[in-house]
């Protein structure tokens, strides 16, 4: 800590700027992003590459003003980004959360949607410690959720039960949420405007993977953030050597 004086002559005791950067590092750490994303920050996303769409840096505004509004005029909504696969939706979703983290000081958890279904499902496992309230308390504590590719796993009775629960239970506590889909904002197939022949021949949405009930619920959580454009990955990252 260190003293000192402010504008009215009152002197007071703040953190040192090496306990705060200390501070952001472990709350980062703790957020658990996968190495792979760990660089990933809004001002290295880029929206300017040739064959960039529009709707990019839209996105980008959008994200930008969502973390100046958190935590008072966000009021507990959170984002569902939508797009196809590689526009830089999990990248966005992780910069946001770094920049709540250092910004705001959220207290912020990242999960791969896959990966967080499984770990519910190894705490039924004898063997394992880990009980599934243990596994979920973070998840449903967290200020900050990102829980990336919604919709991912096969969708079962279990998964869509487990999904509810997850999201109804922050959705009641006000939690802020941020998700990534590569499906459709849209219902089932053979229902609303998913009806008729038409809905033989398009792909899934989101509402055949977590059920229609739960993308209602999204609409009310989430401000939607719709993406397009080619892939990124498949344009510009493709891995090579040398």
């Not at 004086?5 to 007071?12: K, L, P, Q, S, Y």
Request: positive net charge; hydrophobic residues 35%.
């Amino acid at each position: 800590m260190r003293v000192v004086e402010r504008a009215d002559g009152a002197r007071v005791a703040q953190r040192c700027v090496c306990q705060e950067s200390r501070r952001g590092e472990r709350m980062i750490a703790a957020a658990r992003i996968p190495q792979r994303y760990i660089d990933c920050t809004l001002e290295s996303y880029d929206t300017r590459f040739p064959t960039a769409d529009r709707s990019l840096g839209s996105a980008l505004v959008q994200a930008k003003n969502f973390v100046k509004a958190y935590p008072m005029e966000t009021d507990g909504k959170g984002l569902l980004l939508t797009g196809s696969i590689g526009v830089g939706k999990t990248h966005l979703a992780v910069g946001i959360l770094q920049s709540l983290i250092a910004e705001r000081g959220a207290n912020g958890l990242f999960y791969d949607y896959r990966d967080l279904l499984k770990h519910v499902q190894n705490s039924y496992d004898r063997k394992v410690d880990q009980s599934e309230r243990e596994v979920l308390a973070p998840v449903f504590e967290a200020e900050v959720l990102v829980l990336d590719e919604l919709g991912a796993a096969k969708p079962t009775d279990w998964v869509w039960d487990t999904v509810a629960h997850i999201l109804n239970t922050r959705y009641n506590d006000r939690r802020t949420t941020i998700l990534t889909t590569n499906y459709a904002n849209l219902p089932p197939l053979g229902t609303g405007e998913g009806r008729g022949t038409k809905a033989v021949m398009r792909e899934e949405t989101l509402g055949d993977r977590i059920t229609e009930r739960m993308r209602s619920r999204l609409q009310e959580m989430c401000v939607v953030v719709e993406m397009q454009g080619e892939d990124f990955r498949q344009k510009v990252k493709r891995a090579r050597f040398g």
